[in-house]
């Protein structure tokens, strides 16, 4: 069973930064970051495959960079401009070449003044 472990996030004034960071048990093809707040669906926010190739939700096109270390199979999300509507649970997610899908346990982060 692949695992996969978050950590970061945390709380931030509007216009700060904050890292994210995931690590799996072993590569896994394509690897992103969603994110969910109560009573909403969990929506995507920036994938990136094992080629480097990457997607971003218009709503973070500009503040947010993901990133992959294939080696050390760990993906990255920076988050920089912070907005108080990035506030949210954030998941780890890993997707096989077949679309078996693995999640992490979720980060809370909180921007607010």
């Known amino acids: 069973q692949v695992q996969l472990v978050e950590s970061g996030g945390g709380s931030v004034q509007p216009g700060g930064s904050l890292t994210l960071s995931c690590a799996a048990s072993?590569?896994?093809?394509?690897m992103g970051w969603y994110r969910q707040v109560p009573g909403k669906q969990r929506e995507t926010v920036a994938t990136?495959?094992?080629?480097?190739?990457?997607y971003y939700a218009d709503s973070v096109k500009g503040r947010f960079t993901i990133s992959r270390d294939t080696a050390k199979n760990f993906v990255y999300l920076l988050m920089n401009s912070l907005k108080p509507e990035d506030t949210a649970v954030y998941y780890c997610n890993g997707r096989g070449i077949i679309g078996t899908e693995y999640w992490g346990q979720g980060r809370q982060v909180t921007v607010s003044s």
């Open positions: 990136i495959t094992q080629n480097g190739r990457t």
């Open positions: 072993e590569t896994i093809y394509t």
